[in-house]
């Protein structure tokens, strides 16, 4: 279930700002992993991070594990019409057991 | 490549009635998960399985809801007696073995309607 905190809830920015989403953990999480939902949609895994301080790129979205493999961010430049939707992010701690965030809701002003 | 495949896409029915959700996982994957999504709650998952054993059902909300998997490309999510607050989209995923620590790929949900 939803034990890792995510925030903003929600974000409305205009075209061409940055935005940034954060995961917290309050235990060391084994991965991480990123998904993005389109409004009717359904989630879409985007990327996945392992080691810890691991930084990963797709283009102008950035991901970032932190040191203590307790956080993650999402930060996405100069946001398009197209990265509207909710972003997720999805833990392991431990072996088995999977935990997420409640997502951010990104929408956009053209 | 066919993704996973869930049916049906839309349920109306009437509170009390019995719901059964269907899942088709991709084929060769190992693990299958069953993910409840409301405003309220946003997106919780219910029960996951690997190699058709549940291992974790801690997010299944109570007796009413039970799953099963009986075979590598098949199971079922189902709610009796349904109730009003049981409305929501349900999604199930699937992922190649040692699941959880592979990417998830999900069906395009249920979406569900208890009057």
């Known amino acids: 279930g939803q034990q890792v905190m995510q925030i903003p809830q929600y974000q409305h920015v205009q075209e061409g700002e940055d935005f940034t989403t954060y995961c917290n953990s309050s235990?060391?999480?084994?991965?991480i992993q990123w998904y993005k939902q389109r409004p009717g949609g359904h989630p879409v895994f985007l990327i996945q991070?392992?080691?810890?301080?691991e930084v990963k790129k797709q283009k102008r979205l950035t991901f970032q594990f932190g040191e203590a493999k307790k956080n993650s961010s999402l930060h996405i430049t100069a946001t398009q019409t197209t990265d509207v939707g909710t972003y997720f992010c999805k833990g392991l701690q431990g072996a088995q057991k999977l935990v997420f965030g409640q997502g951010t809701r990104l929408t956009i002003n053209p | 490549d066919a993704g996973v495949i869930q049916s049906p896409r839309h349920e109306v029915t009437e509170m009390g009635q019995e719901v059964t959700l269907r899942c088709k996982p991709i084929?060769?994957?190992?693990?299958l998960f069953w993910y409840r999504q409301t405003m309220m709650r946003g997106l919780e998952l219910l029960i996951y399985?690997?190699?058709?054993?549940?291992?974790?059902d801690s997010g299944m909300p109570e007796d009413r809801f039970s799953a099963k998997m009986p075979n590598a490309s098949f199971s079922t999510l189902k709610i009796q007696p349904s109730e009003p607050r049981d409305s929501a989209v349900y999604f199930c995923a699937s992922s190649l073995i040692s699941g959880s620590n592979q990417p998830q790929h999900f069906g395009d949900g249920t979406r569900l309607s208890i009057l």
């Open positions: 235990t060391t999480l084994s991965n």
């Open positions: 084929s060769g994957h190992n693990s």
């Open positions: 991070l392992v080691k810890s301080g």
């Open positions: 399985f690997n190699n058709n054993v549940p291992i974790d």
